[in-house]
């Protein structure tokens, strides 16, 4: 996955859970931990009007630790217009966290539905593209966090996107040893490319 945007369309079936809740006011309190509550409450995050962008952002940011990729693609997508560089670190730590719980997933096929899920903000991906400098510096910014893969949602949510889940189940994660090795690669795989486009 890394840093191209995949344009498969996994986001459009996200964005409609949830969907008959638009017209219903959001409370926008703690989110729950269970990856498939987060799941439902998902689609109505999504389904919040432009005028609301303000109140999600900040939200994402209050509670990003305990969210799945999916809040962090929502928040950089609606952050754009008025803070790019903060778009694209959310762009970028969703990115890194989504990678990372996929690719601890038994059915690798994770690793593409959670690029496909990255699709809710291409427009910050296409952005990133065109101020690679930007977005190289936004990356390593995300990077540097001390809470970069401190988030505490389970990677079954990721786990449960791949063909052998389709939303409703995971089929498990790689055992718990095997997770230093696979922190290790995504981190080095991310810092390198971060690197080269800060440098040009």
Request: with cysteine; net charge positive.
């Amino acid at each position: 996955m890394l840093l191209r945007t995949i344009p498969i369309s996994l986001v459009l079936a996200l964005s409609l859970w949830g969907s008959g809740a638009r017209a219903a006011e959001v409370n926008l309190a703690p989110p729950p931990q269970d990856w498939r509550e987060q799941s439902v409450l998902f689609g109505r995050i999504a389904s919040m009007p432009t005028a609301e962008d303000e109140k999600v952002v900040a939200w994402v940011w209050e509670y990003q630790q305990t969210l799945s990729s999916g809040y962090l693609f929502e928040a950089a997508r609606r952050q754009l217009g008025r803070n790019p560089e903060q778009a694209l670190e959310l762009y970028a730590l969703g990115l890194i966290r989504g990678d990372y719980d996929a690719r601890r997933c038994v059915d690798t096929s994770a690793r593409r539905a959670i690029s496909r899920l990255s699709r809710q903000a291409e427009v910050v991906g296409r952005y990133g593209h065109g101020y690679p400098v930007l977005f190289g510096k936004a990356g390593l910014k995300a990077m540097a966090r001390p809470d970069l893969l401190g988030h505490t949602v389970s990677a079954e949510w990721a786990c449960a996107q791949a063909l052998s889940g389709m939303g409703a189940h995971s089929a498990g994660l790689l055992p718990a040893e095997k997770w230093p090795a696979v922190e290790e690669k995504v981190l080095t795989e991310y810092r390198e490319q971060f690197e080269a486009m800060a440098k040009r």
